[in-house]
């Protein structure tokens, strides 16, 4: 089952606008980690935000996490084309004393030249 | 690129066959996460191996099985394949005995006819 959802399902814009991506997820979590995928191949890491942390940077990357509301945003500023590909959020709720990812649905960038 | 490759790339088998996939994991990591991704959607987790030992498994059934070897390699091997098993399948390596990034392979693309 997915515990993650992201919204929204795909999101298109031009190269120098903004892209912001939600996940919302359902149980508690140790962290939250944001994935990128081109075309169907392999998932690269992102940055990844504990669950006592509210924000992070990374470059042209920002994450926040709201455990309140069980939910996590993706900004990617200053967009390029190269950054078209899919995104993932990924809860890690350590269970029965090991840690693994629960992936949402991912959302679908495209950044038009 | 991560340290992390899967063989073969692609593959396409007969319902009812058996397929073994690899994994050879990033230096100096001592877990192995197996997903099955179907498209359109996220990765689901399938197991994890911790020093040889499978550490946690998610809802599939027992004809999903997996090895990890001494250096930390990984195979999953599935019987009785069936059609919805034509999924991309990913490997992920990380360093276990606490929270920390996964590293993906590439994937295989398994097809099943």
């Known amino acids: 089952s997915q515990q993650g959802e992201e919204d929204p399902q795909a999101l298109s814009i031009q190269e120098g606008e903004n892209a912001t991506m939600n996940c919302s997820y359902k149980?508690?979590?140790?962290?939250l980690q944001w994935y990128r995928q081109n075309s169907g191949r392999g998932l690269v890491h992102l940055i990844l935000?504990?669950?006592?942390?509210r924000e992070k940077h990374s470059g042209r990357l920002r994450v926040t996490l709201d455990t309140s509301k069980k939910s996590s945003s993706l900004l990617i500023t200053a967009s390029r084309a190269a950054d078209t590909a899919s995104y993932f959020c990924?809860?890690?709720?350590?269970?029965?004393?090991?840690?693994?990812?629960?992936f949402g649905k991912g959302t679908m960038l495209l950044v038009s030249p | 690129e991560t340290g992390v490759t899967q063989s073969p790339t692609h593959l396409i088998k007969t319902r009812g066959q058996q397929v073994t996939l690899r994994c050879s994991s990033q230096?100096?990591?001592?877990?192995v996460s197996w997903y099955q991704q179907a498209l359109g959607q996220g990765p689901q987790f399938i197991f994890q191996?911790?020093?040889?030992?499978?550490?946690g498994r998610g809802n599939f059934p027992p004809r999903f099985s997996g090895l990890q070897f001494p250096n930390y390699s990984s195979e999953l091997n599935v019987n009785a394949l069936e059609l919805d098993d034509s999924a991309l399948y990913l490997c992920a390596s990380s360093l276990g005995g606490g929270v920390t990034e996964a590293f993906f392979g590439q994937g295989t693309r398994l097809t099943v006819v």
């Open positions: 990924a809860t890690d709720a350590e269970d029965s004393g090991y840690s693994t990812l629960t």
């Open positions: 149980t508690s979590i140790n962290n």
């Open positions: 230096s100096g990591h001592n877990t």
């Open positions: 935000i504990r669950s006592n942390e």
């Open positions: 191996y911790y020093r040889e030992e499978e550490n």
